[in-house]
């Protein structure tokens, strides 16, 4: 009954990718990838990340801590191949500094790659913690937040790591993290929490709390001018083991233009948002619950909703050009615009 069980989900993950390309006409188009995978549960991706126009990463796996997938593309999406990593355990973030050196990030486990992705190192006895991203503030140093305010850095590209020393952010899971230069960056995480950094990550500093809720992404153009994107969360008995339930008008999107001293509240009531990447400035793109997506192309003052075509929840977002787009989510959903979305 076991193998039964575990061959109908390879199945069934197969099938799901399968959905043909009928949402092209909305801007984003879905693309079609092949991933076998070993799970009798629900697969999503929760990360992408395309250091160019054509070459592309996105990972994932089981919500509950199965097996992780990393999957490539170097044509823009038009194929996808899937990585062999053996049996790593889910993945939620990834970053390249480019085509061939990246770094992939999840449950207590950092996958490290010089080669494009043929091959991966797996680092596993480095935390405890579920990693939820990743970074690189330049061509050496790599920056990784999780579970529990855990802040990992290495300075050789991603082969050797020590963990930050913690401090009143301990204990507060980090979701996100953005650097501009070598030497600024910004952590966010649960409970409102941000963090600033303007030593490559030595040591950190929690500055005021902006919201009580979860700030799940954060994205700097420069060092001065970055959004935050997140929701509040309310607990519901379909969630067990202390997660929540995501509600459609309980999101929010912040943007500061003085390195974090002051946030200014954009657009009204937006859905839970998962993820935010703009590729400068003014253009920007954020992604969330129930198939949400919102672009920007004058640094947030306007938020404009997208048909993405599906009802499942979306978790990772990467901008290529101001009109080329990649975003991935729930159920293995890959989608593609070369046009800006419209």
């Not at 995978?37 to 990340?49: A, D, E, P, Q, T």
């Not at 919500?63 to 990393?70: R, S």
């Not at 490539?72 to 061939?100: M, P, Y």
Request: aromatic share 10%; proline share 1%; net charge neutral.
């Amino acid at each position: 009954m076991k193998k039964y069980l575990l061959l109908a989900g390879v199945c069934l993950t197969i099938l799901t990718l399968f959905q043909g390309d009928i949402f092209a006409q909305t801007g984003w188009k879905q693309q079609k990838c092949k991933v076998k995978i070993h799970s009798n549960f629900v697969v999503n991706f929760h990360g992408v990340f395309f250091s160019d126009s054509i070459n592309g990463f996105a990972v994932g796996g089981n919500d509950e801590g199965g097996t992780g997938i990393i999957i490539l593309t170097t044509d823009g999406g038009e194929t996808w191949q899937q990585q062999k990593i053996g049996n790593a355990r889910a993945l939620w973030g990834v970053c390249f500094k480019d085509a061939n050196n990246g770094t992939a990030v999840g449950d207590a486990q950092i996958l490290h790659t010089v080669d494009g992705g043929e091959t991966w190192d797996k680092k596993t006895k480095l935390t405890y913690a579920r990693l939820y991203g990743v970074t690189y503030a330049d061509s050496v140093t790599v920056i990784a937040v999780g579970s529990s305010g855990v802040i990992l850095r290495s300075t050789d590209g991603g082969d050797t790591w020590t963990t930050q020393k913690k401090a009143s952010f301990s204990g507060f899971d980090l979701y996100g993290v953005s650097f501009t230069d070598a030497k600024t960056g910004t952590a966010v995480g649960k409970a409102g929490k941000i963090l600033r950094t303007t030593d490559g990550g030595e040591t950190w500093k929690e500055t005021p709390k902006l919201v009580n809720g979860e700030l799940r992404s954060v994205c700097f153009t420069e060092a001065n001018t970055g959004t935050v994107v997140g929701g509040n969360m309310s607990m519901n008995l379909r969630f067990l083991a202390g997660k929540g339930e995501m509600h459609k008008n309980d999101g929010f999107i912040f943007r500061t233009t003085d390195g974090g001293a002051n946030w200014t509240k954009q657009l009204g009531k937006v859905p839970y948002l998962q993820e935010v990447a703009f590729v400068n400035a003014n253009t920007g793109v954020a992604v969330g619950i129930d198939g949400t997506i919102l672009r920007t192309s004058n640094g947030g003052e306007i938020w404009t909703k997208q048909k993405s075509g599906k009802d499942k929840d979306l978790y990772g977002v990467t901008l290529a050009s101001e009109n080329k787009g990649w975003v991935v989510g729930g159920e293995l959903i890959i989608l593609h615009t070369a046009t800006g979305g419209e």
